[in-house]
């Protein structure tokens, strides 16, 4: 815990490596190595408790019960600054309860409760504001969840971007079930629930004016019902993560350093629209690293991976869901992809911006 | 539930009294008559279920143990936009935490887990970050508060003012405690815990750049101690409310609209500093609904009064509280004022804007 005083600027060093960087920049809130070193190295020796060091998409907490046995309660945070507001296949506000939703589901938990925080800036058209709290509302009720606690906020014009909004939850984590980052275990299965990079691309597409023969639409969705599919097949998953900022190379490279296990997988089997290929091409992006809203990663032990993805291909959110490679116990830390020529390359977390302001 | 399209921006009507404006006003944010209609007309409308209509700081929620019984959790959730970040007092770190805590203990909860998310705007000094998250963590601590979940969002330069915080936490409800905002009985004591006015003039003092003799400083406090020693003295204590934005006002207009009761206070009883009386009439202001951040309002069975007075008065935090008034059960829903020179005056609840930004 620092002892610098409120008004002593002057006593604070800022800790290496975020000495390079004297101010905040875009990249702090893009998902990768930036991010990482900010929460390291900033955030967490001021917060510093154990629960916060678990990372998980959404903290676990344990409340006893008073008969000797406790309620595992999940509790995340999000918050939305997403541009534009509007995007096609959602906006914000379905993007602020299914992403508050999944991070809760992650954990294996049944989502259950969520607060709304809005930042409204001065001038927003309150027809907007109307359309997206309808949208809150209908996300909520295709969840299975409830805002049950709000807040609003306005800032003057020319401090805010419209609107922002914080979604937190909590949610019951059935009995049986521990998925944390850090139990991939060399010899499991990895699987991803569907087509990657549709989310970002969407975004890009409405940013650059992109038109596509076929429009690239976000996947936003609540994935708590595939969770509880998955969960019907086997408690003993191991790890869940939705593959939000950073996308699924920024996901593998966070389970494989928590773990301390490798991952492979190969190139080819990771599902891609030729739409969202096409465009990533077009801007010099890799969809590995662009950001989805309604698909996730799925670690479980080989002798379940079948069963589980047979379930998952009969859900509507997983119907494209693949085995796309395992963990490994060589090159701890490290995720290496197979190419389609037969070669290997390692993929790394993403450094700092890719697309800022994805959600 | 509204049925309009995502992009069907046509189809929403605004419902009155909303209808008289057309975009978000700085005024909607201010705790006062516009926030309320905002929240009732559009937000509630679309997100409308039980647990949100209870319209407490807080929302108490059931979970059931499995034993036959349930625990009784306290959510509540705070965005922090104040301006400037750093004030007499305080800085918008230790306002966000004890903002949250306050908000749990008002419905007599323990204060136990907070969620932080941070939406940093591209610029921001590193040092000013690492000062704040040092505040953050010293009031967590304070507070006996851990925050075990969180999030860092980045937006572009111009699109912020710096960082805004939001806070949500949850807390445990002891059994046998049942405080909420419609449970005001007449005969029942209004208590004030001390001075009323501090934070909001603190604050305005360095944005209108006044000198006092004495320098006017925000009363940030987590007030979680407080409650704590006024539930050793009775249990049954049923409204408690932080006298935040809009003030002492707001806060006696909306328990006796929830509980649709009349109260009744002694102007010349509330205790105000005479810096902030001073600063006040140089502003033309009335203390009454400037925001407190660290003051609560008891509203007690008269029979408890002088307990809890009495363990109030023990506590730091207490020292200057004060009986003002009682619940009366003419003139439902309206708040009246004697006034010093034998009169009366109906304290409305504010319109809009009064102080902005003020947390």
């Given at each position: 815990?620092?002892?610098?005083?409120?008004?002593?600027?002057?006593?604070?060093?800022?800790?290496?490596?975020?000495?390079?960087?004297?101010?905040?920049?875009?990249?702090?809130?893009?998902?990768?190595?930036?991010?990482?070193?900010?929460?390291?190295?900033?955030?967490?020796?001021?917060?510093?408790?154990?629960?916060?060091?678990?990372?998980?998409?959404?903290?676990?907490?344990?409340?006893?019960?008073?008969?000797?046995?406790?309620?595992?309660?999940?509790?995340?945070?999000?918050?939305?600054?997403?541009?534009?507001?509007?995007?096609?296949?959602?906006?914000i506000g379905d993007l602020?309860?299914?992403?508050?939703?999944?991070?809760?589901?992650?954990?294996?938990?049944?989502?259950?409760?969520?607060?709304?925080?809005?930042?409204?800036?001065?001038?927003?058209?309150?027809?907007?504001?109307?359309?997206?709290?309808?949208?809150?509302?209908?996300?909520?009720?295709?969840?299975?969840?409830?805002?049950?606690?709000?807040?609003?906020?306005?800032?003057?014009?020319?401090?805010?971007?419209?609107?922002?909004?914080?979604?937190?939850?909590?949610?019951?984590?059935?009995?049986?079930?521990?998925?944390?980052?850090?139990?991939?275990?060399?010899?499991?299965?990895?699987?991803?629930?569907?087509?990657m990079g549709d989310h970002?691309?969407?975004?890009?597409?409405?940013?650059?004016?992109l038109a596509f023969e076929?429009?690239?639409?976000?996947?936003?969705?609540?994935?708590?019902?595939?969770?509880?599919?998955?969960?019907?097949?086997?408690?003993?998953?191991?790890?869940?993560?939705?593959?939000?900022?950073?996308?699924?190379?920024?996901?593998?490279?966070?389970?494989?350093?928590?773990?301390?296990?490798?991952?492979?997988?190969?190139?080819?089997?990771?599902?891609?629209?030729?739409?969202?290929?096409?465009?990533?091409?077009?801007?010099?992006?890799?969809?590995?690293?662009?950001?989805?809203?309604?698909?996730?990663?799925?670690?479980?032990?080989?002798?379940?991976?079948?069963?589980?993805?047979?379930?998952?291909?009969?859900?509507?959110?997983?119907?494209?869901?693949?085995?796309?490679?395992?963990?490994?116990?060589?090159?701890?830390?490290?995720?290496?992809?197979?190419?389609?020529?037969?070669?290997?390359?390692?993929?790394?977390?993403?450094?700092?911006?890719?697309?800022?302001?994805?959600?």
């Amino acid at each position: 815990m620092s002892e610098s005083g409120d008004f002593n600027l002057s006593g604070w060093t800022c800790p290496l490596p975020l000495r390079s960087y004297p101010t905040v920049v875009m990249g702090h809130g893009s998902g990768g190595k930036m991010m990482a070193d900010l929460i390291r190295h900033l955030f967490a020796p001021e917060f510093g408790n154990d629960l916060l060091k678990q990372m998980g998409d959404s903290a676990v907490l344990e409340l006893p019960t008073g008969n000797g046995e406790a309620l595992r309660l999940a509790f995340s945070t999000d918050s939305f600054v997403v541009s534009p507001l509007f995007f096609p296949g959602g906006n914000i506000g379905d993007l602020a309860v299914n992403g508050t939703v999944n991070d809760l589901a992650m954990s294996g938990a049944r989502p259950l409760f969520l607060s709304a925080g809005f930042i409204l800036e001065e001038g927003l058209p309150m027809e907007t504001l109307g359309q997206i709290a309808a949208s809150v509302g209908k996300a909520c009720e295709a969840a299975g969840v409830q805002i049950i606690t709000g807040d609003t906020k306005v800032v003057n014009k020319g401090h805010g971007d419209g609107l922002y909004i914080n979604t937190s939850g909590i949610g019951l984590i059935p009995p049986g079930v521990h998925i944390a980052p850090d139990r991939a275990r060399p010899g499991d299965a990895v699987i991803v629930s569907g087509t990657m990079g549709d989310h970002g691309m969407a975004i890009m597409s409405v940013r650059e004016g992109l038109a596509f023969e076929a429009p690239i639409v976000s996947d936003t969705a609540p994935l708590n019902g595939l969770v509880e599919v998955i969960l019907n097949v086997t408690k003993n998953v191991h790890c869940l993560r939705d593959a939000t900022r950073g996308g699924l190379a920024a996901v593998l490279n966070e389970l494989a350093a928590a773990s301390q296990v490798g991952i492979t997988f190969e190139e080819q089997t990771v599902p891609i629209r030729p739409a969202v290929q096409a465009a990533c091409e077009m801007l010099g992006l890799d969809p590995l690293y662009v950001a989805n809203e309604g698909k996730l990663v799925a670690i479980v032990p080989e002798a379940a991976a079948d069963a589980v993805l047979e379930a998952m291909h009969a859900h509507p959110l997983g119907k494209d869901a693949a085995r796309i490679g395992a963990v490994v116990a060589d090159h701890a830390g490290l995720v290496v992809a197979k190419t389609g020529i037969g070669g290997s390359r390692v993929v790394d977390l993403p450094a700092g911006e890719l697309l800022p302001r994805i959600c």
